[in-house]
């Protein structure tokens, strides 16, 4: 690990990417971890934490609330697992995360990024005003006082690619809150507990590109991540999820790849979150 900061604040690894998987010998391995706060909102046990001089989260793996369709202990090794897929698109989705010890046992931690407030890549808007240039929109409804509104996001490359990254990973939240305004323009994806899934899981806000076909470096990055299966990549995530899981990664790889354009919603499951954000 070097002390030089990346684009958005994270070290670089010798290529001049953020690096990936942090070793056992590392300072961010061994150092301890000081809670400083726990985020109230979240439904999980998540802490805010301090590791040398770098906020960031922990989640312990002991602090996750049961859920009915996704198996109990390993959230943790999901959100890992997303940061290594992540990796290998090679388009800094997902900020670093790995996982070790903590005051609560063993969990996943990941770096904090300070986002600008004022940005929204998600965003509801009264029903007629959807902008015209720049934005997507996903759907119509009525808010809480009967007021129809529309649900929109950013149009923009950094979003595109984080649908892509939602569709290769089987992503069930992707939540407006689930994406993090960066003051550069940048947007990480953050929350990825709920991936891998062998079914169809797919739940995002990001709906906007339904049909259009995937950009030449977008289906790249897709065949970065069908191809790095086969090497280390595949084995660290043998680890992490299961062998089905796996399995089903690479499929998702290689119809994306066929297909060439962004899946509409299918199956009997919601494809939206609930909550939106
Ligand atoms: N690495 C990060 N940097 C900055 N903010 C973050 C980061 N990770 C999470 N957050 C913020 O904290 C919120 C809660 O985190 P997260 O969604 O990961 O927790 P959770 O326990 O899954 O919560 P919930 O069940 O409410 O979704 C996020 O919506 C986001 O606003
Ligand atoms: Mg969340």
Wanted: with cysteine; aromatic share 8%; hydrophobic share 40%.
């Amino acid at each position: 690990m070097t002390e030089a900061g990346g684009p958005h604040g994270e070290p670089e690894g010798a290529a001049g990417q953020p690096d990936g998987p942090v070793g056992a010998g590392e300072a961010w391995q061994q150092g301890e971890l000081e809670l400083t706060g726990r985020i109230v909102s979240a439904s999980n046990a998540t802490f805010l934490a301090q590791l040398g001089d770098r906020a960031v989260v922990y989640k312990p793996a002991s602090g996750e609330r049961p859920l009915w369709d996704f198996p109990d202990g390993d959230l943790a090794n999901r959100e890992a697992a997303a940061y290594l897929v992540s990796q290998s698109f090679g388009w800094n989705i997902v900020p670093r995360t790995w996982l070790r010890g903590g005051p609560l046992g063993e969990g996943m931690v990941q770096l904090w990024q300070e986002i600008d407030p004022e940005q929204d890549a998600v965003d509801l808007v009264p029903a007629g005003d959807v902008p015209e240039a720049g934005w997507r929109h996903v759907f119509d409804g009525y808010d809480e006082d009967d007021h129809p509104i529309a649900l929109v996001h950013e149009d923009s490359a950094e979003l595109r690619r984080m649908a892509v990254f939602d569709i290769v990973v089987n992503n069930a939240d992707r939540k407006g809150n689930h994406i993090l305004a960066m003051p550069d323009g940048h947007r990480y994806g953050v929350d990825h507990g709920l991936t891998f899934h062998e079914e169809h899981k797919l739940r995002t806000v990001l709906w906007g590109w339904v049909g259009e076909p995937l950009l030449p470096a977008e289906l790249e990055g897709v065949e970065r991540v069908r191809r790095d299966l086969g090497g280390p990549l595949g084995s660290r995530l043998a680890g992490m999820i299961t062998d089905r899981e796996l399995r089903a990664l690479g499929r998702r790889c290689e119809r994306l790849l066929a297909r060439a354009v962004f899946p509409a919603p299918h199956g009997q499951m919601p494809s939206m979150p609930w909550p939106l954000f």
